[in-house]
């Protein structure tokens, strides 16, 4: 796999940029400009092979980025010009990829998934190396455990990360290690063991999509191996997905208040779950009346132009105006956003941006479903999950863990059925 690794300068190039993911913009920006240079030379050298007319995939999954540029028209300029730049990977990989896609071979997604495992592991050790560093400036003895360190913002805040998005990029790492544990003969435990940590991990870093998204991954994979595994297997998936939850959620009070106490409401006091409009240190419900309220707020903005929406800069105006209007000032002050990147679409593009992300997802499942591509579909499942409580596309990480894996996973299985 080294060797592969090193001989390929593309795999090289390709896991520099997942492996850069969860770092600042700037950095990852870097590494997609430099991945950018090197392809175009790649694809210059290789041109007799390529075939440069675009087809009808392409067009439909670049579709969201062109319904952008005609946002320009209508938005304030801006905003509409950071989001634009911004938002080049959503066109950038589809079309990178597809002239690429005779070298997007199998050996080569399995390098770029090993790196996404290897860095996951490195982030995860990390970040919890970090947080008994703090604990230990904070309580050596450790006879007064201050658990913000282990969780949430405080936990992802050294790399300066949103925590879904961490949790996403763990998640996708976790649905590669039990893909191939569920088609190995082999039961290594070593690999028991990592998605053990990848689990521990997904839990400390605090989001209950990225969460929910495990869950659904893990029922989605062994709902078609489950019957196939031999009683070993089944016996170590069975710790595995029962163990850690009880584990964590019994003797990390922090997490359990806010996984299971804050999103159903069981509580109207919260020692350790503060997170919310001021930061860590004020009192929240962090169920899911906060974003109806602001859901509510996302469609009225829409409705000022059901067709096209409100565009870029005006919809964040007009969402401070509703909260203003409905006595959620704090959510103003924060230029809080819509928290659900369907709602965005609609929010900021109307009718016809929701109809062009929706049929980028539609369009990619339909396609992975086809082409019985299983991590692609697991990966899916991420993004159409998440999209439900987060703005995905609003962020560079976001954008770019959505653009580079949709496009990898999707001209990979393109070029592996013609072959």
């Not at 990977?89 to 990829?97: A, E, G, H």
Request: aromatic share 16%.
């Amino acid at each position: 796999m080294i060797k592969q690794f090193i001989n390929n300068k593309l795999s090289v190039v390709l896991s520099v940029v997942v492996c850069t993911m969860p770092l600042k913009s700037n950095i990852n920006s870097i590494t997609i400009i430099l991945l950018l240079a090197y392809c175009l030379f790649f694809i210059y050298s290789k041109r007799k092979e390529v075939v440069f007319l675009p087809t009808k995939a392409v067009i439909i999954l670049i579709i969201p980025f062109l319904f952008i540029l005609m946002q320009g028209f209508y938005s304030e300029w801006n905003s509409y010009s950071k989001n634009l730049v911004r938002s080049l990977p959503l066109i950038l990989f589809p079309v990178l990829f597809y002239y690429l896609k005779f070298w997007l071979d199998s050996k080569l997604v399995k390098i770029v998934l090993t790196s996404l495992v290897c860095s996951s592991i490195a982030y995860s050790v990390f970040l919890l190396g970090f947080a008994l560093y703090r604990q230990f400036l904070f309580m050596p003895d450790f006879s007064t455990i201050n658990w913000y360190f282990f969780t949430y913002y405080d936990f992802t805040e050294v790399l300066d990360i949103h925590p879904t998005y961490l949790g996403m990029y763990l998640c996708l790492a976790f649905t590669a290690v039990l893909y191939r544990y569920l088609n190995t003969k082999n039961n290594p435990l070593i690999t028991i063991l990592l998605l053990g940590f990848l689990g521990l991990t997904i839990f400390l870093v605090g989001s209950r999509i990225a969460l929910t998204c495990l869950v659904l991954i893990i029922i989605y994979l062994l709902a078609f191996k489950i019957k196939t595994l031999d009683k070993t297997k089944r016996i170590m998936i069975l710790l595995l997905i029962t163990m850690i939850p009880v584990l964590v959620l019994n003797f990390i009070p922090i997490v359990k208040e806010r996984m299971i106490d804050m999103t159903f409401g069981l509580k109207t006091d919260y020692e350790y779950a503060k997170y919310g409009d001021d930061g860590k240190d004020n009192n929240y419900n962090g169920g899911f009346g906060p974003r109806l309220k602001i859901w509510h707020c996302a469609v009225d903005v829409g409705n000022y132009n059901p067709f096209i929406g409100s565009g870029f800069g005006f919809t964040q105006q007009r969402l401070n105006t509703c909260y203003n209007n409905s006595n959620l000032e704090a959510y103003a002050k924060k230029d809080y956003q819509t928290h659900s990147q369907y709602f965005n679409s609609y929010a900021r593009g109307g009718v016809l941006g929701l109809c062009a992300l929706l049929l980028l997802y539609i369009y990619s499942v339909v396609v992975s479903l086809s082409r019985k591509q299983v991590l692609h579909f697991g990966f899916l499942i991420i993004i159409v999950v998440a999209s439900v409580t987060e703005n995905i596309l609003n962020r560079h990480m976001g954008i770019v863990f959505f653009a580079f894996f949709n496009s990898l996973f999707f001209f990979n299985s393109i070029s592996s059925k013609r072959t």
